[in-house]
């Protein structure tokens, strides 16, 4: 429902991340709105939903609001792993210029991956996800999928992680790059909802919940096996930065 600001920065840019600039992080924006859509409609929880880098986006947004449940499709979950460079230089080039990769995880890693929201508690407010994984997709198997549970701690083949906070369903959609068919998205975003009314049910009213603030500073550098695994990763970053 929301359109990527970055995008009109650069005819060239192609995809959508919303990673917004330095000073402007789109997501302030969706959360703004779908407040106000959340006051006015009774609502009291959210679901995110986005394919690629859609699910990415969703990944992220959802993590703006306690309890709610992000359902990516086949996602990517650190757009420096994204397979091409191409898309990643537009969009720096556009929106992020003379920033390096040291800079960006230093202030903005919020931004620019997802495993640091779900393991710091400082983001993740008992948030769910309800991961739809094409299991012919070898590209984002390898380069996301598989690196995003190595970081929660769980082999690759896990269908749980972060105590059941976390669960990858792998239908075969096709070999490839081939989304997840939409007749299959009712049934996903039905199983989620049974997940997050039977861990937290609502109580006949909307939760109470002001604008997200979002922690003074980045996720930290933690002892943890995400942040050990982060610093072995180095070579995926384009040779460019």
Request: include cysteine; charged fraction near 20%.
């Amino acid at each position: 429902m929301f359109a990527d600001p970055t995008l009109t920065l650069k005819s060239g840019s192609r995809l959508a991340w919303y990673l917004g600039t330095p000073s402007v992080d789109p997501d302030d924006w969706m959360e703004a709105v779908i407040r106000k859509v959340m006051a006015a409609s009774g609502a009291g929880y959210v679901l995110t939903e986005g394919s690629g880098a859609g699910g990415f986006a969703a990944l992220r947004l959802a993590t703006r609001f306690a309890h709610a449940v992000a359902i990516p499709r086949t996602p990517q979950t650190d757009v420096f792993r994204h397979a091409s460079p191409d898309p990643l230089r537009e969009t720096l080039e556009a929106a992020w210029p003379g920033y390096g990769y040291d800079e960006l995880m230093h202030g903005y890693a919020h931004r620019f991956r997802i495993m640091d929201l779900y393991t710091d508690p400082k983001w993740n407010r008992g948030n769910l996800v309800h991961c739809v994984h094409n299991a012919g997709d070898t590209e984002h198997t390898e380069n996301h999928l598989a690196p995003m549970l190595d970081e929660f701690g769980v082999s690759q083949h896990a269908v749980k992680a972060l105590d059941g906070r976390v669960v990858i369903s792998r239908p075969y959609a096709g070999d490839g790059q081939i989304g997840i068919p939409a007749h299959h998205w009712a049934g996903d975003a039905d199983l989620a909802l049974r997940r997050l009314k039977s861990e937290r049910p609502l109580q006949g009213a909307a939760v109470v919940e002001g604008m997200f603030t979002k922690p003074s500073r980045a996720p930290q550098p933690r002892a943890s096996l995400a942040a050990a695994r982060r610093r072995t990763l180095s070579w995926h970053v384009p040779a460019y930065f």
